[in-house]
């Protein structure tokens, strides 16, 4: 098996800003650029990693540092992400794309793009024995979807039918007790209030001030 690659190819891939590395259909990492060595290949001392996560050979599996990267506090969305690269056909055939959560030292949770791309060779263009694997920091996108679903969660709408005093206009709540419309609608909403007099009510309360109306 052969690849065609150039010297700016080459290049490319050690200076591009994604963390690149390139496994084999064993998920070993053959090879990596610049960029991951700065990031997410010093994460951990694999030294102090136990002995299962490694093959028979001695080798560490990508899969196996991802799983060390998300334990022992590993999300049940990374641990289905991780199930599914496990269960991708090598050779590789396809692409595919995942995000995972990884637990830096510091405790900082960080979220990352996995993009796995086969890199076919001039005798088997259709599968490969070799994937390319981009990852992409999305952190601040997870944190600001994050934040929007909180958003959207504290919106409190008001619908239905509301019991309102046909006489003194309170709203009765829940418990049946009856509110003013300004606190029933404090409990039931995010409004705020400031308080001010409409124009009919200058004329009837203060009609010696009606007169600045026009």
């Not at 998920?27 to 951990?44: D, F, K």
């Not at 050979?57 to 496990?86: F, M």
Request: hydrophobic fraction near 30%; proline fraction near 5%.
């Amino acid at each position: 098996m052969s690849y065609l690659t150039t010297d700016l190819e080459k290049l490319s891939y050690q200076y591009m800003r994604h963390q690149l590395i390139i496994v084999d259909h064993h998920w070993t990492i053959r090879s990596c650029n610049n960029a991951w060595r700065q990031g997410l290949g010093q994460l951990h001392d694999y030294t102090h990693l136990p002995a299962y996560y490694y093959s028979a050979s001695g080798t560490l599996p990508y899969l196996n540092l991802l799983e060390a990267w998300t334990s022992p506090d590993r999300d049940h969305q990374s641990n289905k992400t991780i199930q599914r690269l496990k269960n991708i056909r090598t050779p590789f055939d396809s692409n595919h794309t995942y995000d995972i959560t990884i637990h830096l030292p510091n405790l900082k949770q960080r979220w990352f793009r996995l993009e796995l791309t086969p890199l076919p060779t001039t005798d088997s263009p259709c599968t490969s024995e070799l994937a390319l694997i981009a990852h992409t920091d999305v952190t601040e996108q997870k944190q600001a979807e994050q934040q929007l679903q909180q958003a959207l969660s504290e919106v409190r709408t008001l619908r239905g039918l509301l019991p309102i005093c046909a006489v003194c206009k309170q709203i009765k709540d829940e418990q049946d007790t009856w509110n003013s419309v300004e606190s029933y609608l404090k409990k039931h909403t995010h409004a705020e209030f400031t308080h001010d007099i409409c124009p009919d009510c200058i004329r009837r309360v203060y009609p010696q001030y009606s007169g600045i109306l026009g």
